[in-house]
């Protein structure tokens, strides 16, 4: 060991200057300051107080206790729910010539003695010693942990993923529970619960089961900036394989984790990953604990590219520089997919997060999630609810803006398009449920492994444009720049293109500059037409809804306020494809979210029976996330099912905004066929491509498009209807 600090005194309040603390965190770990709430939190312990902290995956939430060992009286006491966790922490913190040491059943019997042993000394050298919660739990370690604390050579209790103390949590962990103890057998150690944990009521839980007593709370931002986060959607996608094998040739090389639902599937794509000439590794439960292991080393020093695997994988994991975290199924909830994606770009430089996400893969986890037999974690008194619960948490895999770190807001048009095309893709598929879902498959085929670590325990329409007219561009677009034949693909990459050299380009500037083209500026003419037609879709919503009690004039007001407050900076190109957002969120918003985004008017109707007014729009969205999505046990008819859901990261605004539903818009006033929805028609809205078609007809007559759907698409190359039906088949 490097010289660690002598520290003379009593072990419960130990008071170090900022500067003191920072010269250690760069004397041991060569950074040259704290970062988050590290300090803070360092601080609070040595001051004897109890600390909950919540951090970021990857934020550095170690450094908090890791810190203290080194300036504090005694040992720091890590608990840690996974083993291969304590064993990287450890090998690092050794390699830094900090001695510290785990205790699990894995290590050999003559460690654990000389570990044993020289906790009986009446100086151990160990700093820091990391522990299972199950191992706290015996009697035969608290009472060794007792003696240490008689001595005085207790100097913190770590909690680490404290959150797995909550069955409200994502990874609740039974053995968590049994650390409530804690607080009552050591009462003056500090604390300290550390979680990424961004559920409310999970927090509020952990500090309650840990008889957390008046602890500093502090919670550090949740933004993670240098993650971008993708969805692709895999119904629109030829080959998924070969769109994730082009995805990571293509990124060079970079350091990979691909998670999948099954472990089955973690071979399968494995498999056709190396084949690709990628090179990967499975990693899930079903393999023993030396493949594992072997899997793990080689991509720890990158002799693989990528691990796909289960959920088994990653907490804990610090490798600093994986570039891309793909998601290969939909995650279990919102929480599990930041834990997840959140893994990429610990070292804070530019990363990925890819979602792709299937209908199919949808509706299995929504079975899963509704089967406690196969939701092994859940206790069985508690199921249903449980069940519920953790539906509830799945639907929150939706919309938040984000501001452009993620796909639905840097290319909303594009995720517009791709979302109306997925929106009518598969609807045969969608009445011919696939046989997963079916009541008579069993629960057992279903090799999943995405609620607990137990293995691991037991061990957007006028469009965005690259000049000042938008049409003018996106006629370009559909005339020019991407032939009448050229597959969905193409037309894609070219508005991708042209959202990208909006956003560098003039549009930026523009915007910047304070002014808009005339012919960008949203006439009056333009607004009172829109205005009419968000009227026209409310009234069809509230025949399909019944009793809402708002006035339809000032609710249609309202709507075009958002939206032109909204885009008015902008230009008409936008605002136009967020009036079609809101006129297709009209056509499916159930009462509950017409109440939600409309209670401004509904609440003045109320007070004072008048028509609301475009000013009682809030400039502030509400501060918390909004669900926006199909709640469980609501109908899963040919809207709900389909409804459209992409994921972005918890706004840098902190909010969400109901408007992102709106990445599904479309525009234009052409006749289209209505969407059925139950005994429902439902005014129809033309899907973006249909928009490009029609002004590509209007400029140059050259884009014939009047035949149905189903052909155009046909032609386009993408979907073929008798392909889909050939695929259900099969
Ligand atoms: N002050 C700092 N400056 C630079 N890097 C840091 C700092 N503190 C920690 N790190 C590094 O950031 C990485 C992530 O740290 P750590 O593993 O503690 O994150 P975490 O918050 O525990 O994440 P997770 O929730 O995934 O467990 C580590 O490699 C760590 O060395
Ligand atoms: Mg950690």
Same mark, same amino acid.
């Given at each position: 060991m490097k010289g660690v600090l002598q520290i003379k005194g009593a072990s419960g309040r130990e008071k170090k200057a900022p500067k003191e603390l920072e010269s250690v965190l760069n004397q041991y770990f060569g950074y040259s300051g704290f970062r988050g709430k590290q300090l803070e939190a360092i601080e609070a312990v040595l001051s004897g107080r109890d600390c909950f902290c919540l951090m970021p995956t990857g934020g550095g939430k170690s450094m908090c206790y890791q810190v203290p060992a080194l300036v504090k009286t005694g040992i720091v006491l890590v608990i840690s729910p996974l083993i291969a966790l304590m064993e990287n922490q450890v090998a690092s913190l050794k390699n830094k010539g900090i001695p510290a040491e785990f205790l699990s059943s894995t290590q050999a019997s003559h460690t654990k003695q000389r570990i044993h042993e020289d906790l009986d000394t009446g100086n151990p050298s160990l700093?820091?010693?990391?522990?299972?919660?199950?191992?706290?739990?015996?009697?035969?370690?608290?009472?060794?942990?007792?003696?240490?604390?008689?001595?005085?050579?207790?100097?913190?209790?770590?909690?680490?993923?404290?959150?797995?103390?909550? /069955?409200?949590?994502?990874?609740?962990?039974?053995?968590?529970?049994?650390? #409530? @103890? *804690?607080?009552? &057998?050591? %009462?003056? +150690?500090?604390?300290?619960?550390? /979680?990424?944990?961004?559920?409310?009521?999970?927090?509020?839980?952990?500090? #309650? @089961? *840990?008889?957390? &007593?008046? %602890?500093? +709370?502090?919670?550090?931002?949740?933004?993670?900036?240098?993650?971008?986060?993708?969805?692709?959607?895999?119904?629109?996608?030829?080959?998924?394989?070969?769109?994730?094998?082009?995805?990571?040739?293509?990124?060079?090389?970079?350091?990979?984790?691909?998670?999948?639902?099954?472990?089955?599937?973690?071979?399968?794509?494995?498999?056709?990953?190396?084949?690709?000439?990628?090179?990967?590794?499975?990693?899930?439960?079903?393999?023993?604990?030396?493949?594992?292991?072997?899997?793990?080393?080689?991509?720890?020093?990158?002799?693989?590219?990528?691990?796909?695997?289960?959920?088994?994988?990653?907490?804990?994991?610090?490798?600093?520089?994986?570039?891309?975290?793909?998601?290969?199924?939909?995650?279990?909830?919102?929480?599990?997919?930041?834990?997840?994606?959140?893994?990429?770009?610990?070292?804070?430089?530019?990363?990925?997060?890819?979602?792709?996400?299937?209908?199919?893969?949808?509706?299995?986890?929504?079975?899963?999630?509704?089967?406690?037999?196969?939701?092994?974690?859940?206790?069985?008194?508690?199921?249903?609810?449980?069940?519920?619960?953790?539906?509830?948490?799945?639907?929150?895999?939706?919309?938040t803006l984000c501001q452009r770190s993620c796909d639905a807001c840097k290319h909303p048009n594009l995720v517009s398009s791709r979302l109306e095309e997925l929106r009518r893709v598969p609807n045969c598929r969608f009445n011919k449920i696939s046989p997963v879902f079916q009541s008579s498959v069993k629960p057992a085929h279903l090799d999943t492994e995405f609620w607990n670590r137990e293995d691991e325990a037991s061990i957007s329409a006028e469009d965005i444009s690259d000049s000042d007219d938008g049409n003018e561009v996106v006629s370009n677009i559909a005339i020019s720049k991407v032939p009448a034949k050229a597959g969905l693909d193409a037309k894609f990459k070219a508005l991708e293109r042209a959202e990208n050299a909006y956003y560098q380009g003039k549009g930026q500037t523009k915007q910047q500059g304070g002014g808009l083209a005339d012919k960008k500026s949203i006439s009056q003419t333009l607004r009172d037409a829109c205005r009419k037609r968000l009227l026209d879709a409310l009234g069809q919503a509230k025949l399909r809804l019944g009793n809402i009690p708002c006035d339809d004039e000032a609710s249609a007001t309202h709507l075009e306020t958002e939206c032109f407050k909204k885009y008015e900076k902008v230009g008409k190109t936008f605002y136009n494809s967020q009036i079609a957002a809101t006129v297709r969120w009209l056509s499916s918003a159930t009462s509950s979210q017409m109440h939600d985004r409309l209670h401004a008017v509904i609440d003045q109707t109320k007070d004072d029976g008048a028509s609301g007014s475009p000013d009682i729009v809030p400039e502030s969205p509400p501060a918390s996330p909004k669900i926006v999505g199909t709640k469980p046990g609501e109908t899963s008819n040919y809207e709900a099912d389909v409804k459209p859901q992409h994921i972005c990261k918890l706004g840098k605004r902190g909010h969400s905004d109901v408007s992102t539903e709106g990445a599904a818009a479309s525009t234009g006033n052409m006749e289209l066929p209505s969407i059925p929805t139950g005994n429902m028609v439902l005014p129809a809205i033309p899907t973006f491509r249909e928009f490009l078609s029609q002004k590509g007809r209007d400029r140059a007559k050259s884009y014939s498009n009047s035949q149905p759907s189903g052909i155009r698409r046909k032609s386009s190359g993408q979907v073929d209807k008798e392909e889909t039906s050939k695929r259900m088949k099969s």
């Open positions: 700093k820091l010693l990391y522990v299972t919660p199950e191992l706290v739990a015996t009697s035969g370690f608290m009472a060794k942990l007792k003696k240490l604390y008689n001595r005085g050579l207790l100097g913190l209790v770590a909690i680490d993923e404290a959150h797995c103390i909550s /069955t409200w949590g994502h990874d609740f962990r039974p053995s968590y529970r049994k650390l #409530s @103890s *804690l607080r009552k &057998q050591f %009462p003056d +150690i500090p604390l300290l619960a550390l /979680t990424a944990t961004a559920v409310p009521k999970v927090q509020k839980d952990v500090i #309650s @089961s *840990l008889c957390l &007593q008046n %602890p500093v +709370i502090l919670r550090a931002s949740f933004n993670r900036p240098n993650i971008f986060y993708e969805v692709r959607y895999k119904d629109l996608l030829d080959d998924v394989y070969s769109d994730i094998s082009n995805l990571l040739k293509s990124s060079g090389n970079a350091c990979s984790i691909i998670y999948c639902l099954e472990r089955a599937a973690c071979d399968d794509l494995s498999m056709h990953l190396s084949q690709q000439g990628v090179s990967s590794a499975a990693y899930h439960a079903g393999l023993n604990s030396k493949v594992r292991s072997s899997v793990l080393d080689d991509w720890l020093s990158s002799r693989t590219q990528v691990v796909v695997a289960t959920v088994a994988f990653g907490m804990g994991i610090d490798r600093q520089d994986v570039r891309i975290v793909c998601h290969f199924n939909l995650p279990k909830s919102m929480e599990s997919f930041y834990q997840e994606s959140g893994r990429a770009g610990r070292d804070q430089r530019p990363s990925r997060s890819v979602l792709y996400y299937g209908l199919d893969d949808r509706r299995r986890m929504e079975f899963i999630l509704r089967n406690p037999k196969i939701n092994k974690a859940q206790p069985s008194s508690s199921s249903n609810e449980l069940s519920e619960k953790a539906l509830a948490d799945f639907s929150q895999v939706q919309p």
